[in-house]
Structure formats: C-alpha cells, structure tokens
C-alpha cells in the first residue's frame, strides 16, 4: 500500500505519516516526516514542530539526503539538531543510480566528517537497490518487545488523507513551480457506495492569479488533474471513483489555524 506521494518538488511533505511493515521477526513503525527547513509561515513552523517532536520519539533516526545535491546549511543545520539524539542516527543516501560510484564515495566521506552516524546506507529508492540492507539494518537496531500494531494495520492516516494526497500529488505534477507551496486539496464529501466511491475535493490557493492557472484554458488543466488522479483513486481504493474537482481561493490560507487544523492533523 502506498502511503505517500512522490514528487520531484522539495518540501512537499506536510504530516507525519505513520507506516507499519512486518517482517518474519519484527514489527517496524516507520514515521515519514516533514522536512526541517526554515519556516516561511504557520503551516511551515507546524511541519517542522511535527518532524523535530519526533526525533524525541524514536528508537532509530534515519535521515535522508539526495545525492545529487552537494551538502549544504540546511544539513548542517539538521546534523547539529540530532547529534544529541538518543537514538542510533543513520545516514541514508539516495538516487545512488543517479551518480557514479567515483562521485559516491567522495560524498560518503564529507558526510563522514559532518557528522557521526551510527550506519551510512546508499541506496535508490527508485531501484530497490540496497534497500533491504536498510531494513535489516533496522530490525536489528530496534529493541525486544511485542508487536504494538495488528498484523493487518498499516497506517493511521484515514482514507480521505489519502484521497486527497494522491489528487495533490497529480496537482504537484502538471501545474507550474510558484502553484505546489500555496495549494492545499481539501475532500469536501467521501461517500461510499458498494459500486463507487463518490469523491468532491477543493483545490485551495491564495492568490486569484493561480485559480486560472489550475484551471486552465477551457478547463483543460482541472481535467488532466481530475483524470490522473481519478485512475489512481481507483487503484487505491479497488472501486469506481467519481471525482469532481473545484478550485476556490483563499488567501493567506497558510496563516489560517482553522485551515491547518483539517490539513495537518
């Protein structure tokens, strides 16, 4: 089961999802959190809150870095904030199958002296490739107990989380830079049916200047949107899917406790 989106874009996490895997001989809680970075506005000080209470929280501190992008402030900023964790710190370096391994191991070595980690793990999140060597890694860091979650559980995030991240995901995907950081998709109505799932989301910006931008000439862009979102709903949800889609605006919607309260609970 997927839960959460991929997209090209930094900072597009918004809340702390909660995954749970289980292994022949463990049980792993995996907790996805926002990036650290500086805040700009409420909802972004709310994200940060959400990932720096975390690491108080956690039996392995995982964090990961892209190497395709040079070391720079803001990993700095975050090794000085986990190098009293309590936790085991492991550096997880991806897109490994973007980058020559001549170019690698310079990286791992100027990593090796910013910090102190407990693993180093390379790995491609596209390709698979060395991600059981993480979870193995995991399992044995983690310490003795009884399984917190049944078997079957695998997320505490609801369904409408989900409906509305995946229709996000789509809008990330085919609208301009400036739209992604000041949107929001909110699920107006969920209603379930045995035959389809009946689905109305509102795409919020902040500015009347995007409204036409997601919508698009003709509505070409709403539909594209509406479209690609609606055959992943239907992946994921194993039904038929009606999606209707509108676009209202809302300034300084990012500012707006109420707003924040239904979007990053």
């Excluded at 991240?165 to 379930?192: G, H, M, N, Y």
Aim: net charge negative.
């Amino acid at each position: 089961m997927k839960t959460g989106f991929v997209s090209l874009k930094p900072q597009t996490t918004r809340n702390r999802i909660l995954g749970v895997r289980n292994y022949p001989d463990a049980q792993v809680v995996y907790l996805d959190t926002p990036g650290i970075h500086r805040p700009l506005h409420r909802m972004n000080v709310r994200m940060v809150d959400a990932a720096v209470d975390t690491i108080r929280e956690v039996d392995v501190l995982a964090l990961v870095v892209d190497v395709m992008e040079p070391p720079g402030k803001g990993d700095r900023f975050v090794l000085d904030l986990v190098k009293n964790a309590d936790a085991p710190v492991f550096l997880i370096l991806n897109k490994i199958d973007l980058r020559k391994k001549s170019r690698l191991l310079p990286l791992i070595q100027q990593y090796s002296e910013m910090g102190s980690f407990a693993e180093i793990v390379p790995l491609s999140a596209a390709t698979g490739d060395n991600v059981d060597r993480l979870e193995r890694a995991i399992v044995d860091r983690l310490p003795e107990g009884e399984p917190r979650y049944p078997a079957d559980y695998l997320t505490d995030q609801p369904e409408r989380f989900f409906a509305a991240e995946i229709v996000r995901e789509k809008l990330l995907q085919f609208t301009r830079d400036e739209i992604p950081f000041s949107s929001a998709v909110v699920v107006e109505r969920f209603d379930e049916t045995p035959t389809i799932l009946n689905l109305h989301c509102s795409i919020v910006v902040d500015r009347e200047s995007q409204k036409p931008i997601v919508v698009g000439r003709g509505g070409e862009m709403i539909k594209r949107i509406g479209t690609a979102a609606r055959e992943d709903l239907e992946r994921f949800f194993g039904t038929r899917v009606f999606l209707d889609l509108h676009v209202r605006v809302k300034a300084e919607w990012r500012e707006d406790d109420a707003v924040l309260d239904d979007l990053l609970r």
